[in-house]
């Protein structure tokens, strides 16, 4: 059975534009001893390419790919060759903030005969600002390969800007999200 269920419904995803500022937590089996896997495959994204265009699929990939490297783990060949199966997806979620400025005083003011308040006279106006934006989510997900059962899961989201970016800079921006992303990957690594 292949290990492209990977992203459950329960599990949602990260944002790529940058290290800085990405909300990150992770989860785990607390019961699997994380010191027996030693291969790693990275599978493709859980949309089948659907979400993101290819030179950034490319990119996670590599960036995942580099980073479980770094951590002493090796890239296997195929999935079947590997202790773990790595999953991941990309979403984004278009959200809403809600400012509200208030102006005047209502009943309360100055007259002739000293401070007077409390009635229902006044001039008084409200102004509500909404302000759209749209927030990144990247899952990175572990898979046990002989059990086929997840065993370790990261997610990092961050608010997305519209700027136009180098390949250097998305490739820069890709490797800080997934670094911080796995940065509890082993668990009780210290990373």
Known sequence: MRVERLVVAGVLAV???GGSGISVTSDWDPGVDFTKFSTFFVLD?????????QL?????KG??????QAKGMSLADSEKDANIAVGWQV???????????STGWGGYGWGGGGWYGGGMGGMSTSRTTETQYEVGT???AMFDEAKQEMIFTATGSKTLSSGNQTPEQAQKNIDEAVTKILKDFPPGSGD
């Open 15 to 17: 944002a790529l534009s």
């Open 45 to 53: 994204e859980a949309t089948g390419g659907g979400g993101i265009d």
């Open 56 to 60: 950034s699929q490319n990119r996670i």
């Open 63 to 68: 960036s995942i790919t580099s980073n479980l």
């Open 91 to 101: 979403t984004t979620d278009q959200r809403s903030s809600f400012q509200t400025v």
């Open 138 to 140: 990247l899952v990175i």
